[in-house]
């Protein structure tokens, strides 16, 4: 059964940074590529950046490029999201699912919420 665990959301100031982070288990993980999407209120989840099995190709969404980062650990299983720079418009529930352009499970955890505020 694939689940993910997000963490490391929180309110943050325009211009702060935050990084979020994603357990991922029922799956042969180091085989995956791995993403994280946010949705909005009221709008659709989106794309924000994917990462490749090896980590060897990215895809960022152009709202997030030069600011977000991601990352990941193929030991432990994780998927990182490091988020600089961040604008009120940052602002949703971010999630993590396999993929590098579109998701791969219908299957989602909890998320994380990013609230970007002053």
């Known amino acids: 059964q694939v689940q993910f665990v997000e963490s490391g959301g929180g309110l943050v100031q325009p211009g702060g940074s935050l990084n979020l982070s994603c357990a991922a288990s029922?799956?042969?993980?180091?085989?995956?590529?791995m993403s994280w999407y946010r949705q909005a209120p009221g709008k659709e989840r989106e794309l924000v950046a994917g990462?490749?099995?090896?980590?060897?190709?990215?895809n960022y969404a152009d709202f997030v490029k030069g600011r977000f980062f991601i990352s990941r650990d193929n030991e432990r299983n994780t998927v990182a999201l490091q988020m600089n720079s961040l604008k009120a418009e940052d602002t949703a529930r971010y999630y993590c699912?396999?993929?590098?352009?579109?998701?791969?499970?219908?299957?989602w955890g909890q998320g994380t919420q990013v609230t970007v505020s002053s």
């Open positions: 029922g799956f042969t993980f180091k085989t995956f590529a």
């Open positions: 699912n396999g993929g590098l352009y579109s998701f791969i499970w219908d299957s």
């Open positions: 990462l490749s099995a090896r980590g060897g190709n990215t």
